[in-house]
């Protein structure tokens, strides 16, 4: 195992660093949080970021201290502003690999890194300089955190010390805060709204679940309310109210992105995401666990997977209707789906292997959208000549 480990750490250089600078920061939310960082090191403000030396309300600092920390050591350039984004994809790559193994088994737990590297817009963005990869990452570690709680709860057997008993709650929420500190209050709207209907699809029963739900929001605020304290402290009320007005716009349907007809994002990932998208379709909904896989299975780890499938189908919808919500044509608003999509994917692609379950579906699309990214890699290069001739 610790010899796939040292491969999957290989690949992961090999795929996200290399090259990062050779391509001028290309999308204007790159731009922003670099220069965000650019004038973090000018002007030494490092709690209120800043635009043109004017406060920048729309980002919190968590991301952009990242680059501004790159800047330090690399310098002000694309390979410093993209940098924190490849040590993402690193420990990414890892983090779904281990959780694969310990869930699944080895095979699944390579699926799933192939299903990273191997879907064109979950690849490329470890290698972009966007705040997303690592508020995803934030995102889904935090509510993953609370999983594991809920599942060591219901199946502990005797008594633990305090930090044995909630440790995954704690780092959990942490993780949590920490996502509300990259990209806003939204990272704590997707989680709750995940969490909660979660809640109601088992009818608001579970032992001490409220209870669960309410420490959690306590630590995940507990690092959150750090940040924000010391912005208050240092330029009054104002800064409150501020970030909370920008943080508003962010809820608004009406707002600058809202434009393009409302299957703009299941375009953007049904082909952005291949070839993990089309796999992910039949897992979209409900359990497909076959007879012959709850016969092989140990009980619990089977209990396990079903209901991972469970909190990632409720990631996907919520995290899907939210930005289908902005009518957004922005590709990087769909980016909270890769974690569900990638995960949901590699799920029918090892049952296929394992207990040949080959879903109708997934054998239609897979050749179609196949063939349209054939057609535009064959014909790519030539639109591109005749278009610096013109």
Partial sequence: MRRDY?????????????????????????????????????????????????????????????????????????????????????????????????LHDRMFAWIWVLAWLGSLLPHFYFRSGMIDPWFNLLVFCGLYGFIEFRWQFLTAKAPATFWQKYKYMIVGGGLLGMAIMTMGFMAYVIVMLVLGLYWARYRFRGKGYLKHLALFTAA?????????????????????????????????ISGDHASGFWGNQALILLLGCFPASVFALPNLWGDKQSTDELLESNTLAACMRSDLVTWMQLLFWVGFLLISLTRSDAVHYSSLCFFPLTYLGSVTIWRAVRWDVQPRITGYLLPVIGVFWGLVALFLPSLERQLEFA
């Fill in 6 to 102: 040292l491969l999957v750490f290989g690949l992961a250089i090999l795929f996200f660093f290399p090259f990062l600078g050779a391509v001028h920061l290309f999308d204007q939310y790159e731009v922003n949080s670099a220069e965000c960082a650019r004038e973090m090191l000018v002007t030494g403000e490092w709690v209120r970021p800043q635009i043109g030396f004017q406060p920048y309300w729309d980002s919190p600092p968590m991301f952009i201290w990242s680059q501004a920390i790159s800047m330090q050591v690399f310098g002000v350039n694309e390979f410093a502003a993209r940098f924190p984004n490849a040590i993402c994809g690193l420990i990414t790559l890892l983090l779904v690999f281990r959780l694969g193994s310990r």
């Fill in 220 to 252: 995940a605020w507990a690092i959150a309310l750090v940040w924000i304290g010391i912005g208050a402290a240092l330029h009054g009320a104002d800064f409150i109210r501020h970030f909370t007005n920008s943080q508003i716009r962010h809820f608004s």
